[in-house]
């Protein structure tokens, strides 16, 4: 029995921490060790149990490693928001088609227009990409859909292009000069060149409200 | 080349019109900025120009083209690249210099750059954004001018025997800046330069095809009296006039 019991602690010892030790019998500090220093020899102190844990979940052991979780790196991190904001704003150009009157995007549709808008300031913020090439596709995007109105030409140039974004990791010159050419084949100028400071005008109406007073009949 | 009964057409009868003979325009740089500089002279240029089957320029032009509005552009681009621009002052402070090139710069500002806003109520952080968004967007415009001479405004460009290798070379970025990359002309210090050689040769015969047209354009008047001056791709200053060297053949 002692050699058995014997077995278990050292075992335990040497796979610290471990949930399949649960039957060994807890070691405590300053405890008497009621016959098993005889069978072991030494005990562990609390600071050593701790040492070794911390060695094994360092990861030093191929086998431990999946137990801490691996930070996202940079450029995936930057990757999943950059494909957001591609995937949304495919998805609001599928809305878009609703809005669609004699190849013009009627008032009504000015809703997806703020919403795309919106994303593409988002999108320049982004910091994915090489160097400063995803900031230049934004640049001239906005340099078209900036301060029009939308036709089929705007709508047609944006679905190429995010479609083609939004599958692609690597953003860098070449996609800047694919962004023209896309431009260039849905007979848009790539020299019109419109960006205004950015600003919201908020106006106040005022308006007299009538309500009628029930007691007396009359409209105050 | 049969006709429809199968029969070989008789090139003498009278019902085979003898095709017509393509009509050729030479762009010149004037032409060339003209039509980047504002919508009302690029559509009064389209119109015309939509008549002549084949349209040219050279290389000379092309140089011309790059000493000019592309410089001027990345001037504007080094100025907007310094830590801390605003693109109000920038704007204001080219703007008001004096040169030459002053009126050209402000076609680049209002017509081809298009970036908007007012010095007196801009708050300096928005002003920065400007600058930064107009940097990139000169980033993105630079090359397409020049490609756009090279290769979509005119069928050709025609520098076979000038052979001006300034004229092939694109602006290319460097690290932060641009570089254009543009000829010292000085004559006779450029020793690798065709130019002179080639105006020297086939000048006399040139002008005498030109003669004709000479009422027509006040430029060409200026190449007649300057004849003797070979090489002139920076001093040379462009009239405002739309269709200087367009020439029918």
Redesign the interface.
Known sequence: MAEQRSLVNSVCRADVLSPTCHEAEPIVKGEPASGREQETGRTLSEPSILKIAAFGSKGDSPTRSHVTRPEVPKDVATYRAFRRLCDNIVKELGRIGAFLIKDKVSDEGAEVVAEIEALLEELYTCPHGQG?SL??VV??V??QVNNTVWDRRHIEFLRDLFFFLRVRYLVDEAA?DTC?DFMKARGLD?????????RVTKRYRIEEVLEHDKSSGTIS | MTNQAGQSPDPTSANVAAPPSPTRALLDTTVQLDRRKTETRKQELEALLARFDWKFSTGISLVEFKATVIQECLTIHNQLRRTGARYTRVRDALLEKQGQQISLRAHIFNNILQVFGSSFDISEDKDRQLAERARLLLENIIPQLFNWFAKESVDAVLNDRLACDRAKEPPRKKHAAFEVNLPECKRGKNKHCNVEDVIREEGPQLMKLLEPHLAESLQLQKAETSSSKCCRIRKLNFPTENVAALVTA
Do not use: D
């Not at chain 1, 790539?190 to 950015?198: A, K, L, M, S, Y």
């Open positions: 400063e900031k230049r640049v001239a906005q340099s800047v023209y790539p020299f019109r060149g419109t960006i205004c400071e950015p």
